[in-house]
């Protein structure tokens, strides 16, 4: 055999090699890319993302779409040639899978953690943008969890609307702990509740809770991890996790499937807001945007900002509503005809849009400025 073919053929087979080999040979690396946009103005699927009954709105142009990203799931484990691949396209991003899975998480478990962060952004995104129309809102303490096997099982329950703890009324979540701890293992606590079903029967007739009961526990040590022996003699626990509920004077439901996260919420809030007064908040413009929202309106920073910008200029958005941490990183590598619109609240983004919607663009508040 000539020498130039079988350096040929041993190049050739080397190449093969690598090739089966980068194939093969896993990486502890995960992607990220674009994912789908939605107008929270229109549908998806078929049917309206927002869908408000028992009281007026109105129809809304334009797009307020919310973004999203695709990850690799948590059980999938890269090869050499995806990972090289990933670094080398511009609209990915190959990351350590640690920092999208952290603690081991199971494919499972990150559903699962997603899609109460989904509920959850939800939640406030509803109480947020009615806040911003000044449309009461009640809220309420509630048993969120009750740990298996604690003095709580089958005495309380999700759901329960704490009134009281010992007689003391409670206004937020951290009260309930708080009074917990003011007694040493062993002890009892006596809460003031209304059940669960009573609570849900109320809300569903637009009526305030009746029916309030006592339930006294005995309480237990916390475990040495969780600060049990911080004094030499224990903190109480009941083995529950306070939460909010609130009651809306009328039902707004968001539909829509296969979407995880908190990172929706501003969105979904300035959907609300739209549909819920007269004209349209962009204008009839395309913006899209993203950020957390907590009940008093403030937005918060996300994941993979720059893959959202990619997926919504490909969309087709002319404005990007940026929460204020992420500013930085979006302005580092933002996609030509996009124009970042940087916002802290939900009162800054109404406000912006109101500058969109009259063309006074030139003032909006941008990434690159404080």
Same mark, same amino acid.
């Given at each position: ?20 080999a ?8 995960a ?15 078929g049917e309206? $993302? ?9 129809p ?8 999203t990203?695709?990850v ?11 990972? $090289?691949?990933?670094?080398l ?9 640690d ?14 953690e ?18 911003e ?43 309930v702990?708080?009074?917990v ?11 003031t ?13 637009g009526r ?6 006592q339930?006294?526990?005995k309480?237990?040590?916390a ?7 911080e ?8 083995g ?15 539909k ?6 908190p ?28 950020g ?6 403030k ?10 910008? $990619? ?18 990183s979006?302005?580092?590598?933002t996609?030509s005809g ?28 941008s990434?690159?400025?404080g």
């Amino acid at each position: 055999m000539p020498r130039r073919t079988a350096t040929m053929l041993a190049s050739t087979l080397v190449l093969i090699a690598l090739l089966c080999a980068g194939v093969l040979i896993k990486v502890p690396y995960a992607e990220m890319s674009p994912g789908p946009t939605v107008n929270t103005l229109g549908e998806a699927r078929g049917e309206p $993302v927002l869908q408000i009954s028992g009281r007026k709105t109105y129809p809304a142009s334009g797009h307020l779409n919310m973004t999203t990203v695709r990850v690799t799931g948590a059980d999938y484990r890269m090869n050499i040639v995806e990972a $090289v691949y990933g670094w080398l396209v511009h609209d990915s991003v190959v990351v350590p899978h640690d920092t999208l899975y952290p603690d081991g998480k199971t494919e499972e478990q990150s559903t699962q953690e997603n899609a109460e962060e989904f509920s959850q952004s939800q939640e406030s995104a509803k109480v947020a943008a009615l806040k911003e129309l000044k449309i009461p809102v009640s809220t309420q303490v509630v048993v969120s969890t009750v740990v298996k096997g604690s003095p709580s099982e089958d005495k309380l329950h999700a759901g329960d609307v704490i009134k009281a703890v010992d007689g003391t009324a409670v206004k937020e979540p951290g009260d309930v702990a708080k009074l917990v701890t003011e007694h040493r293992p062993g002890e009892d606590v006596t809460f003031t509740i209304v059940p669960a079903k009573e609570a849900a029967a109320a809300e569903k007739a637009g009526r305030a809770a009746e029916g309030s009961e006592q339930v006294t526990i005995k309480t237990a040590k916390a475990p040495a991890e969780d600060g049990g022996e911080e004094d030499g003699k224990g903190r109480a626990i009941v083995g529950i996790r306070a939460g909010t509920d609130h009651t809306f004077p009328f039902e707004i439901d968001i539909k829509l499937a296969d979407v995880g996260g908190p990172s929706a919420g501003l969105m979904f809030s300035l959907g609300i807001i739209d549909k819920l007064t007269p004209g349209d908040l962009t204008g009839g413009k395309f913006v899209a945007g993203t950020g957390t929202i907590d009940d008093t309106g403030k937005v918060g920073p996300i994941g993979g900002i720059n893959m959202k910008l $990619v997926g919504a200029r490909d969309a087709g958005a002319r404005y990007f509503l940026t929460p204020d941490d992420n500013c930085a990183s979006a302005a580092a590598d933002t996609p030509s005809g996009l124009t970042l619109v940087r916002v802290k609240t939900i009162d800054d983004a109404t406000k912006s849009l109101e500058q969109i919607r009259a063309g006074r663009t030139a003032g909006l508040p941008s990434c690159s400025t404080g």
